[in-house]
């Protein structure tokens, strides 16, 4: 079976500009969670989606938006780009908000020039 | 909302010590405390977790213990191989990751 896949793996944004990131979570998994790690740090918590909905969200500016598709695929927008924004950015799913345990997909290297 | 603190952030042990991580938790309502593995370019991959109406579990050479009344929890592996050496992380709430152990191995 296919893990969390994200693409693209790698992305380099000038500041300012708009970036999208993806996310397919495993088959039959309808949560998905984002994070953002910067080098060194451990995942900070930036939404959770669950049957197309936001449950949570992490304390992140309004430049991040993130959304759920019908089919449980997410994407990650991320407005007015800041060099601070370049991290790795990892989603992670799993069956219900009732289920513990998420699966990480390996992340979205974004570095901003 | 919820803080949680991991040291040490780095930890060097001989092939076949033991290691051991030691995380706390600020919320008491947290109830659900996992461990991730993260190796050089890949995402953080559960390795073990602990629910707060369990004190210790165990699988294999990984046991986690929890104490609740001093919210503190930890991450125990013996007879440590190369293959361990990675960076460590707990969590809480499912949401909330400390910042991290490198544990590397010496063979």
């Known amino acids: 079976d296919a893990g969390v896949t994200q693409s693209p793996t790698h992305l380099i944004k000038t500041r300012g500009q708009h970036v999208t990131l993806r996310c397919s979570p495993i088959?039959?998994?309808?949560?998905v969670s984002w994070y953002q790690q910067v080098l060194g740090q451990g995942p900070q918590f930036i939404f959770q989606y669950y049957e197309k909905e936001e449950r949570g969200r992490g304390n992140f500016p309004d430049r991040f938006s993130a959304r759920q598709f019908p089919n449980y695929s997410s994407e990650l927008n991320v407005n007015a780009l800041l060099l601070g924004d370049s991290a790795l950015y990892l989603c992670?799913?799993?069956?219900?908000?009732?289920?513990?345990?998420?699966?990480f997909g390996s992340g979205t290297r974004l570095t901003v020039v | 909302g919820e803080n949680v603190e991991q040291h040490p952030s780095t930890l060097s042990v001989q092939e076949g010590d033991s290691a051991v991580i030691k995380c706390t938790y600020s919320d008491s309502a947290s109830n659900y405390f996992p461990w991730y593995k993260q190796e050089l370019g890949k995402g953080p991959q559960l390795i073990i977790d602990i629910r707060s109406n369990v004190g210790e579990k165990k699988d294999q050479r990984i046991a986690v213990t929890l104490n609740k009344t001093a919210k503190h929890f930890s991450l125990h592996i013996t007879e440590t191989q190369p293959e361990d050496s990675a960076v460590y992380f707990c969590?809480?709430?499912?949401?909330?990751f400390g910042t991290g152990t490198s544990l590397t191995v010496i063979p």
């Open positions: 992670a799913s799993r069956e219900g908000v009732s289920r513990y345990g998420y699966t």
């Open positions: 969590a809480a709430a499912l949401f909330y």
């Open positions: 088959s039959g998994h309808k949560s």
